[in-house]
């Protein structure tokens, strides 16, 4: 009998702690496999940035517009908002990308791994590496492990579809499955509600101020 086991005969129920411990413990390793996707994609994109590719003027060449939209007219309240849900769109798919047979869940974290990467690239050789990690860690450090575990609940997911196929598993889901991995959805999608607050709230804040002559300097702002 494995640890998970004894913790839930022993317990009265299901305590969420306990169960939203199991579920890591059972997703952590796809949680990872997601982030070293990511890393790849980060690779990429900035191998691209230094063959002097800018993929940003590449998609927008191709699809007429820019990839991502105009908000300098929105107020930080709006903006929250609308981090918050393309970013819990992007949660969602990477969690159903589980019907694609995980190849869109992979493709997600590449793909946005290689645009961080190149943007950043981008954005480091103009105004220097300070203002990336300024710009993006704040909120950073709350998105892609939400992103991650969004990833990983759906690599997980169709491990256990193979696990169920090949008869080493009964069924796919349980009571307790759908239990404990529910509340690790619930503390990944907390996280990007974390992220949106700060991305919209903090991060312009010390961009401001850490880095406002330079970027008036450049003709800019942040």
């Given at each position: 009998m494995d640890n998970r086991t004894q913790r839930e005969r022993a317990s009265n129920g299901y305590p969420p702690r306990a169960a939203l411990a199991d579920a890591?413990?059972?997703?952590?390793?796809?949680?990872?496999?997601?982030?070293?996707?990511?890393?790849?994609?980060?690779?990429?994109?900035?191998?691209?940035?230094?063959?002097?590719?800018?993929?940003?003027e590449i998609i927008q060449e191709v699809v007429g517009e820019p990839l991502f939209p105009d908000i300098s007219d929105r107020s930080r309240l709006e903006l929250a908002q609308f981090l918050l849900v393309n970013n819990s769109r992007a949660y969602l798919l990477s969690i159903l990308g589980v019907l694609t047979l995980g190849l869109l869940t992979a493709w997600a974290m590449v793909f946005n791994g290689i645009i961080v990467g190149n943007v950043g690239a981008f954005i480091a050789g103009s105004v220097g590496v300070g203002y990336i990690l300024v710009g993006l860690f704040p909120h950073g450090i709350f998105e892609l492990p939400a992103l991650f575990i969004a990833a990983g609940i759906g690599f997980r997911l169709l491990y256990r579809v193979g696990q169920r196929i090949r008869g080493t598993r009964d069924s796919i889901v349980t009571k307790r499955y759908l239990y404990r991995t529910g509340l690790l959805v619930l503390a990944g999608w907390l996280l990007l509600v974390v992220a949106a607050v700060v991305e919209a709230f903090i991060t312009p804040a010390l961009l401001e101020v850490l880095f406002a002559d330079r970027l008036e300097s450049m003709g800019a702002s942040p």
């Open positions: 890591w413990d059972e997703h952590s390793r796809y949680v990872g496999f997601a982030a070293g996707l990511f890393a790849v994609g980060i690779v990429v994109g900035i191998a691209l940035m230094v063959a002097g590719y800018n993929l940003l």
